[in-house]
């Protein structure tokens, strides 16, 4: 690493103790202010999704987290055996959706194959349209998993991944949100998994 990437990184540290501390504050404020109690999220084995749902268990107490496992037929079984082992070592509620039949569907309508984007972005949106489905179903608050790097960088699905209720991540950038991952004990190998961690 540079210098000036380490520079870079130094200045991004935060303290993860105090940054969990508002995170969870700033939570329980809005779901307060909204009279619900439970929150949903789509639980994909990573580093983002895996810190809002620790977040939200320290927020909003394990009983009131639901995850999502939104697989499709591009997802890796690691990282749905990841996102499991996450769920249980959380105690959070688990409801699995394949969603590849409802995205064949969708192919077979629409004009022109998809490419690998446009099949990316419908899966995303697909993704979304469960969540708020199910958000409504359970009286919750679907939990965004963006960090402040991609919404930056505009690395998201308008109308998908970046569709949420409340981004508890989403003023961290990815640095940050890798070390507040430590020191939420989230498994190691999903951070060795991250390619910015590497």
């Not at 508002?22 to 994909?44: A, D, P, V």
């Not at 895996?50 to 987290?65: E, F, I």
């Not at 996102?83 to 969603?99: D, G, W």
């Not at 190691?188 to 590497?198: A, E, F, P």
Request: charged content about 20%; proline content about 3%; aromatic content about 6%.
């Amino acid at each position: 690493m540079s210098k000036s990437k380490r520079d870079l990184v130094k200045e991004l540290s935060i303290n993860p103790e105090v940054v969990t501390g508002l995170i969870t504050q700033f939570m329980r404020q809005q779901f307060h202010q909204t009279g619900l109690q439970k929150g949903i999220l789509g639980l994909s084995g990573g580093v983002d999704s895996s810190v809002v749902a620790a977040l939200a268990v320290r927020a909003l107490g394990c009983q009131n987290v639901i995850a999502f496992l939104l697989s499709s037929d591009t997802t890796a079984a690691e990282d749905l055996n990841d996102a499991e082992e996450l769920a249980n070592m959380l105690n959070i509620q688990v409801q699995k959706f394949e969603i590849t039949p409802l995205l064949k569907l969708l192919e077979e309508k629409l004009v022109g194959h998809p490419d690998r984007l446009r099949r990316g972005n419908l899966m995303a949106r697909l993704r979304m349209t469960i969540l708020y489905d199910q958000a409504k179903y359970h009286s919750a608050l679907v939990l965004g998993t963006s960090n402040k790097t991609e919404i930056l960088l505009g690395y998201f699905t308008l109308w998908g991944d970046a569709a949420a209720d409340l981004k508890p991540i989403g003023d961290l950038y990815k640095t940050q949100v890798l070390q507040l991952a430590e020191y939420l004990n989230i498994p190691g190998i999903m951070l060795l998994n991250d390619s910015l961690y590497q």
